[in-house]
């Protein structure tokens, strides 16, 4: 099994809304990752999770709070969003200590109104 | 820093012929990861092909090869006997190890691949 499950698959928002996203794995892996991806660019990472616990932050603002509550489960909660958030939202998981390749889910189309 | 170059923003194949999408990298590590991955208009990422630096043979799966030339610095994809489900947009992508834990992909800028009938 392969499969990285994202839901929801597409989600609007208002601007004072508060809205999580939701990834799920099986593969054993012990990283996981959110990427935003805007319409026709390559993704961006936002945040890398290692043995549940946060390693990377790319600078991210607030208003997103990635949370892994186990080695299985990646959340990221969205709260005061703005239009420019609107994307694509990536999960991924990887191998122990980032080898290996990349495994994607089908990711969640968000649009902040 | 990394960097991933993809020179071809659209490219055009005719079904059943085979098709090459070009990427460079610039890296000062001697050991990196290369990486192909297929994103059709749904969205999800499909991982394709992965070549490491110290591999001695490109890479293959399937249709798709890794023409990996080190010396220049390049790690085209070639798409073989192309098909119509085979239209989508693809990435090269570098892999950094980082020292926290997990890994940062730097993506190219993408290439859209149409195959026509």
């Known amino acids: 099994d392969t499969e990285v499950t994202q839901t929801p698959k597409h989600l609007v928002m208002g601007m004072t809304n508060k809205k999580s996203l939701k990834c799920e794995q099986h593969?054993?892996?012990?990283?996981m990752y959110w990427y935003k991806q805007k319409a026709k660019k390559p993704p961006e990472l936002m945040f890398v999770?290692?043995?549940?616990?946060?390693?990377i932050n790319e600078s991210v603002p607030s208003r997103f709070s990635p949370e892994c509550p186990n080695s299985s489960l990646l959340n990221l909660h969205l709260h005061a969003l703005q239009p420019e958030d609107s994307a694509l939202y990536l999960c991924?998981?990887?191998?122990?200590?980032?080898?290996?390749?990349?495994?994607f889910g089908q990711g969640t189309r968000l649009t902040v109104v | 820093a990394q960097k991933i170059t993809q020179t071809q923003p659209g490219m055009f194949v005719q079904e059943k012929e085979a098709v090459t999408l070009d990427c460079t990298y610039d890296?000062?590590?001697?050991?990196?990861?290369l990486f192909w991955y297929k994103q059709p208009s749904s969205g999800e990422m499909i991982f394709l092909i992965y070549?490491?630096?110290?591999?001695?043979q490109n890479a293959t799966e399937g249709r798709y090869s890794l023409n990996f030339q080190k010396a220049r610095k390049s790690a085209n994809l070639v798409i073989s006997a192309s098909q119509l489900g085979d239209s989508a947009m693809y990435f090269c992508?570098?892999?950094?190890?980082?020292?926290?834990?997990?890994?940062?992909?730097?993506f190219g800028t993408g290439t859209q691949l149409k195959v026509e009938l």
């Open positions: 992508a570098m892999r950094d190890i980082l020292t926290g834990g997990g890994n940062k992909l730097t």
């Open positions: 991924a998981s990887s191998q122990d200590g980032g080898l290996g390749e990349a495994f």
């Open positions: 070549q490491g630096s110290y591999d001695q």
């Open positions: 593969m054993g892996h012990r990283a």
């Open positions: 999770y290692s043995y549940e616990k946060l390693s």
């Open positions: 890296t000062s590590d001697p050991s990196y990861g």
